[in-house]
Every structure is written in structure tokens, then in C-alpha cells.
């Protein structure tokens, strides 16, 4: 059971650090804009 939770956990991580990614790059984009 733990590691089933584990490689959720991983998997969510893997799916949220592009979107981290994409983010600050866009609040980047808005402030240079600003």
C-alpha cells in the first residue's frame, strides 16, 4: 500500500513540475510585460 502511494504521489510530481515550469515562466512574461 505504501508504495502504491509512492508512485502516485511520483506521478502527480512528474505531472506538476511542467505546469510549475510553465507558470513561472508565464508570471515572467506578465511582470516583463507590466
Do not use: D, G, K, V
Amino acid at each position: 500500500m505504501q508504495a502504491n502511494h509512492f508512485r502516485t504521489s511520483n506521478y502527480i510530481l512528474a505531472l506538476l513540475l511542467p505546469i510549475n515550469r510553465f507558470t513561472h515562466c508565464f508570471l515572467e512574461l506578465l511582470s516583463w510585460l507590466l
